[in-house]
């Protein structure tokens, strides 16, 4: 990398080049606070999730089919 060149990213929520830099941009790896706002609003109302293998229905000591 050339010295003084700044490493550029893509914007996960927006698309637009997103300076990799703590000083010069602390919402990275965002190109701005709004984006970053946006993605945590995101995270927030379960849009972006992280797909969980087990089925919601998956007991495995069957403890929860037991009559009472």
């Known amino acids: 990398m050339i010295r003084g060149a700044l490493k550029t990213v893509k914007c996960p929520t927006c698309g637009k080049p ?3 830099d703590k ?5 990275r ?3 701005s606070e709004r984006c970053r706002l946006i993605d945590l609003g ?3 109302d379960e849009s972006h999730r992280i797909p969980d293998a087990t089925p919601p229905d998956f007991d495995p ?3 929860s ?3 009472r």
Do not use: E, I, L, R
């Not at 000083?23 to 919402?27: E, H, L, V, Y």
């Open 42 to 44: 995101a995270w927030a």
């Open 61 to 63: 000591d069957g403890s």
């Open 18 to 20: 997103a300076v990799w």
């Open 23 to 27: 000083q010069k941009n602390p919402a």
């Open 29 to 31: 790896p965002f190109c």
């Open 65 to 67: 089919n037991q009559n």
